[in-house]
């Protein structure tokens, strides 16, 4: 026979009555016996004093595990920001990375570790080291770094960032170590750095440490307080030294151009003088060449012309006086740059009309006293 059936109430597992109301239980009925049952499992035994007690205990059990269970479902959910990696954890053991945004695990079983990866972290280094040429100076360095692999910066070593301080105060001991002092405070502080920033990537590299170098600041480098101030003349000397070699480059570079323009136009001018020699030669060679074919037709005019020619170029910028030697012993002398300065004034003056009579009769003094000297001249030549 069914439980369904009628007449098999015993087997009615809704526990309805008479058989005739199949609908499901009263929500009453179903604590009461729930309390009943959990009473007397916490010794509330199953005496009719006890039953009332047992029934209201039972219903806040129930209340407060329903409760439980929906806080430990929102327990089970979590948020990973934009910025984190989530390193999953099962028992203790590595499951894997979960990446940002809203996930599900198992409270008390799984483990959810976020790690930033995204924010550059920094990390100072400093102290006191001893240079390559034996003297001691004091260094302060910076890095900069970023987690790369959230899993090897857990699970690599016991703490990724300790072991990247020591292993950046290894390289930065090392790379001073092999410096000059003078290098580390002056010149050659980006070579310290940029050596720095090598050491430390090949130190690092073997551990497997997650973390990627993102930029080394080379801070501060300075000598002892005891010896500061003869370190800062040094420095000082140093930097008027540069300071006189790029001054001493900039006048270089002002006066070179200035000779290599004063070159050019000297070998220009040398250029151009040539070519007005040679076309002197040239012009003189044209004139002798036209000349000699007159020379050869009357030679003695030829050479009076020239004697006088040459005669007035030679006289024109002179100081000339007239000496008169057949008026027996009294000689008379008219100096004729003065004359001349006379008349010049004297034409500035006169009216037109005795500027030009003055002309007219100037060059027939001049062109007997010429002809006169000519005629002297000839006759001794003769």
Known sequence: ?????????????????????????????????????????????????????????????????????????FSCVYTINEAERGIKLRFGEYVGVVDAGLSWKWTFIEKIIPIDVQTTRDLPASGFML?????????????????????????????????????????????VGHATMDDILTSGREVVRQSVWEELEKIIEPYNLGLIIVDVNFKDARPPNEVKDAFDDAISAQEDEVRFLREAEAYARSIEPTARGRVKRLEQEAR???????????????????????YQASPEVTRQRMYLATMEKVYSNTSKVMVDVDGGNSMMYLPLDKIMQQHNTNTRVAPKTNISSNQSNRPSTTSTSSAGRSDRYSDGRN
Do not use: C
């Not at 004139?287 to 074919?293: A, G, I």
């Open 1 to 73: 026979m069914a439980w369904n059936e009628p007449g098999n109430n015993d087997k009615d597992p809704w526990k309805n009555k008479g058989g005739k109301n199949q609908g499901p239980p009263d929500l009453d009925d179903l604590f009461k016996e729930l309390g009943q049952k959990f009473g007397g499992i916490f010794g509330g035994g199953n005496s009719s004093s006890n039953k009332s007690g047992g029934s209201f205990s039972g219903v806040v059990f129930s209340l407060a595990f329903i409760i439980a269970t929906v806080a430990y479902l």
């Open 131 to 175: 240079t390559k040429d034996e003297n001691v100076v004091h260094v302060e360095m910076q890095v900069q770094y970023r987690i790369e692999s959230a899993r090897n910066y857990v699970f690599s070593v016991t703490n990724a960032d300790q072991s990247l301080s020591e292993a950046l105060d290894s390289a930065l001991r090392y790379v």
């Open 272 to 294: 151009a003088y040539k070519a007005q020699v040679l076309l002197d030669a040239e012009g003189e060679v044209a004139k002798f060449s036209q000349l000699l074919p007159e």
